[in-house]
């Protein structure tokens, strides 16, 4: 490696990186996906990248954007910040961020991307649905 690529590599593994919560917006439906990161360049870019390769986890979000093409598309950022010194209180701070988008976006439903979380009860029920099902 040349000793300039070796400076740049150095330098940008120091720089602080903006974590946050953004949204993949279809423009022609208003559906919404909210996502939070670490690294919000960097998972903004996973999830383009995702989209564009045709391999994206949610398959409703992917339909559309074969339909409609990048352009029918907008990523919005909503909310950022600087990491914290420890990584497990960027994670929290990133995680009730997250929520917090999360409650009043309401992204959840037939009009929307996001997947709601279930509460212990429902998740129990769930299970046990489950292995009524399985027996």
Sequence with gaps: MKPNNRH????????????GVFQIR?????????VAGINLAGVRNRHRFQLNAGVHPN???QRDWNSSGAAG????????MNPAADPSDSRKDLD???DMWLKKLK???????????????????L???RRADEA
Excluded at 107 to 125: A, I, S, T, V
Aim: glycine share 4%; net charge positive; hydrophobic share 35%.
């Design 8 to 19: 740049l590599k150095q330098e940008y593994k120091r720089g602080i990186r903006p974590m």
């Design 73 to 80: 598309f907008a990523f919005e950022i909503l909310d950022q």
């Design 127 to 129: 299970m046990a649905a």
């Design 96 to 98: 009730t961020l997250r």
């Design 107 to 125: 992204p959840f439903g037939e009009r929307r991307y996001n997947e709601r979380k279930l509460n212990r009860d429902e998740m129990l029920r």
């Design 59 to 61: 398959q409703q979000l």
């Design 26 to 34: 279809n423009l022609s439906n208003e559906r919404i996906l909210v």
